[in-house]
């Protein structure tokens, strides 16, 4: 059953409504009467799947939260109250995302109808996505993509792709920097495929150089060479029915590529010292953070293998090009490392140093700040004082063009520039979330970032 938000300063209309999606059948039914807070539990990432926002609130713009509301879940749908009855105010509405615009006074049987039919165009939405019922992995699978947290729309456009494409057999390449979340991706698709209930296997081609290569990827049997005692099961079969993740591809052993791409192309492997051929059933998914076209050129890799494994590319973007994804990603460490001894917040000026930092480690080097600094915390707040010191000098280095010398005034524009510049920072580079730290419009907050050249 849908959870269902309704934001209103009218807490009677609240109340109203509220009893009448209970009777409605509607089980799950929240209400917010502060803006500033509904906003708050939208950024949180909470899965409502419908929200009614009232257009005439105090204090803030309702076609702002929907947007908020929108990136935050693309799948949830609004609808939009309001006392206006023009049509030009809810064509506005429709077009920028709104399911149905109604007006205040709102008859009962209209507003139950209008949220029933967001709630079905809700389900048909997802059901796209949706495994199979009654697959052995179905429940998990709905939510493997959730395991990736992001709320940058470059992220989200692949993660959308992927999950198009999880349900077949097409090979998949995943490019991007270390850390950027590559296995994470692969295990997701894994996970909402038909192939869950069988092994998703990870094979680091970086460490598995060498002669065992064919042995531990295709098995052996007895005596098939100097050591081989017994029979051996190799990864491709204890993957059966799965998939193999090959990491690191691009240091696949030349002598090793041509193999591989045997076993794409005929769907069969044979093991070291056997004579009759098995069937491969896996699907492939490799990751690389190395340029592969340009080892292509130098024909240190295989140009027909390449293809086959690119079936579908896939490009995790770098965390300094999503920066939106820090304050999430910091809430989510610190839920998994900060519970055990109690930190549970982090001030504005260690919220800063983080966000402002280029993690060249990416996503896995972020998690890992977060985990050392959890340590080092005394009461609770992770503080700049238990960051690591090459983050707090950087960002020594970043807040010294903010200082400004006694003696003298500085013009209005810089202090306002560089109050900006704070509150965009503090928001996590979220342009609806500074605008309303600053009590200005969003658009107001846009012009002012292009002239001062801010990004
Ligand atoms: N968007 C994300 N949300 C949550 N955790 C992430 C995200 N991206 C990466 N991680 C975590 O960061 C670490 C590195 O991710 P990984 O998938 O191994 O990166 P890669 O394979 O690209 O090197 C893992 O601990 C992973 O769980
Ligand atoms: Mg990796």
Redesign the pocket.
Same mark, same amino acid.
């Given at each position: 059953m849908e959870t269902i938000l309704i934001i209103d300063d009218d807490p009677a209309f609240l109340e109203k409504a509220k009893t009448l999606l209970h009777r409605g059948g509607y089980d799950d039914v929240q209400t917010e009467t502060d803006p500033g807070q509904a906003l708050m539990r939208v950024d949180r990432g909470a899965p409502y799947g419908v929200v009614l926002i009232d257009l005439d609130m105090q204090g803030l713009d309702g076609l702002g939260l929907m947007g908020a509301v929108h990136e935050s879940d693309p799948d949830t749908e609004c609808v939009v109250l309001s006392a206006l009855n023009e049509a030009r105010v809810a064509v506005d509405c429709i077009k920028k995302g709104a399911c149905d615009y109604l007006t205040k006074p709102v008859r009962d049987d209209r507003l139950l109808a209008s949220v029933k039919h967001a709630a079905s165009r809700l389900r048909s939405s997802r059901a796209v996505f949706s495994p199979q019922p009654g697959h052995p992995d179905a429940s998990a699978g709905a939510n493997a993509f959730e395991?990736?947290?992001?709320r940058s729309d470059r992220?989200r456009r692949i993660i959308q792709e992927a999950r198009l494409h999880a349900g077949s057999d097409v090979t998949i390449l995943i490019t *991007? %920097?270390?850390?950027? *979340?590559? %296995? @994470? @991706?692969a295990q997701a698709i894994h996970r909402v495929s038909g192939r869950a209930g069988a092994p998703f296997t990870s094979i680091n081609m970086a460490s598995l150089a060498g002669s065992l290569f064919d042995a531990e990827f295709f098995g052996h049997t007895r005596g098939a060479f100097t050591g081989a005692e017994r029979d051996r099961v190799g990864y491709l079969e204890h993957s059966n029915g799965g998939t193999v993740f090959l990491?690191e591809v691009a240091d696949l052993p030349f002598d090793f590529q041509g193999k591989l791409l045997r076993v794409l192309e005929q769907g069969e492997f044979i093991r070291l010292g056997a004579s009759a051929a098995q069937k491969a059933d896996v699907r492939f998914i490799s990751?690389t +953070?190395a340029d592969l076209e340009r080892q292509l050129a130098r024909r240190s890799f295989r140009q027909d293998l390449y293809y086959r494994l690119k079936g579908v590319q896939l490009h $995790?973007p770098p965390l300094r090009e999503r920066r939106e994804?820090i304050p999430l $990603?910091v809430d989510?460490f610190l839920s998994e490392f900060g519970r055990s001894r109690a930190v549970h917040r982090i001030d504005g000026e260690a919220m800063r140093a983080i966000a402002g930092y280029d993690y060249p480690g +990416?996503? &896995?080097e972020l &998690?890992a700040v977060i985990q050392s600094a959890v340590n080092l915390v005394e009461g609770g707040c992770l503080t700049l004082s238990s960051l690591p010191a090459y983050l707090r000098k950087q960002h020594r280095k970043r807040s010294a063009g903010t200082f400004i010398p006694p003696g003298r005034i500085a013009p209005l524009e810089e202090i306002e520039r560089q109050h900006l510049i704070r509150a965009y920072e503090e928001s996590g580079l979220n342009k609806i979330r500074a605008a309303r730290i600053l009590g200005i419009g969003v658009n107001t907050l846009r012009r002012k970032l292009s002239l001062y050249g801010i990004r």
């Open positions: 395991s990736i947290i992001t992220m *991007g %920097e270390s850390g950027t *979340g590559k %296995e @994470l @991706l990491d990751a +953070n $995790l994804d $990603l989510h +990416n996503v &896995r &998690r």
